[in-house]
């Protein structure tokens, strides 16, 4: 079974007050709510205080980024074994932001993956198109780029227990999501793609939407077969929206 996943990205935000005080009540909260897996990525700094807020709730912890190496001469690094000694266990990686801010190209993305599971930590594989990409019809193309550079090098076992996040960069940001229709479409995409080289591997692979998800559209994205989760930026910030978006969620109806 696809169990719900829900991510918060918090990005460059927060402060020690901050964190006390959200996660605080987001694990208060979480007593109430069943069926869906719920994380945290702050910034890397906040990483302890956060685990140590999150206590023995079901809140899980996640990080933002990881670097291809495992320990050495690596100056303002942080390695998977570190993210995995702190107690996080979902790490994103390819996030647009990097790969247009920091030049982080597949190459480089494919070896933070492995990075990730030579460590037992979970990948979050960050995907999508730009606006023009999408304009021109390459949205599909794109995708199964970014997801070959892995799938080629270690096959379509080394999916298991890791997590895709569809992030088409026109909606991360804009308050312009795409609408559950397209996203399905490229969802279905993604797990047949994966499906072609194994499907059971592509059965339980938890794919996530990212993009602009609010409390406002959360429900109508979860009505879709093959979104099993989503990953917030802006929304994960504000605490009622942010359960909102847990609600829906763990109401979910297709839990394959
Ligand atoms: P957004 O960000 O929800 O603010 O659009 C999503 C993301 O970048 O992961």
Redesign the pocket.
């Known amino acids: 079974m696809r169990h719900p996943l829900v991510i918060g ?1 918090w990005k460059l935000n927060g402060s020690k007050k901050f964190i006390d005080k959200f996660i605080i009540g987001l694990c208060h909260k979480l007593d109430e709510i069943e069926g869906c897996t719920v994380v945290i990525a702050p910034p890397v700094v906040y990483l302890d205080q956060a685990k140590q807020a999150m206590c023995n709730s079901k809140l899980l912890l996640g990080a933002q980024n990881v670097d291809i190496n495992c320990s050495g001469a690596f100056t303002g690094e942080i390695s998977a074994s570190m993210l995995k000694d702190i107690g996080a266990q979902y790490i994103i990686i390819g ?1 647009s932001e990097r790969r247009s801010l920091h030049s982080e190209d597949d190459q480089v993305v494919a070896k933070k993956f492995f990075a990730l599971k030579n460590t037992d930590l979970i990948p979050v594989l960050c995907i999508g198109e730009t606006a023009a990409e999408k304009i021109a019809g390459q949205t599909k193309t794109i995708c199964a780029r970014q997801i070959d550079v892995i799938l080629q090098l270690q096959g379509a076992e080394v999916f298991q227990n890791t997590v895709i996040a569809y ?1 088409p960069i026109w ?3 804009t308050g312009c999501a795409a609408t559950a229709e397209q996203i399905q479409t490229i969802h279905k995409f993604i797990r047949d793609h994966i499906a072609q080289k194994d499907s059971k591997i592509a059965d339980q692979l938890i794919i996530q939407y ?4 609010t409390k406002n559209n959360a429900a109508e994205i979860f009505s879709q077969p093959d979104i099993d989760g989503v ?5 994960s910030l504000i605490l009622d929206s942010f359960i909102e978006i847990i609600k829906s969620a763990s109401t979910r109806q297709h839990k394959i």
Request: without cysteine; charged residues 5%; glycine residues 34%.
């Open positions: 990205n996030h992030e909606a991360i940001g990212g993009g602009s998800v990953l917030v930026g802006g929304a």
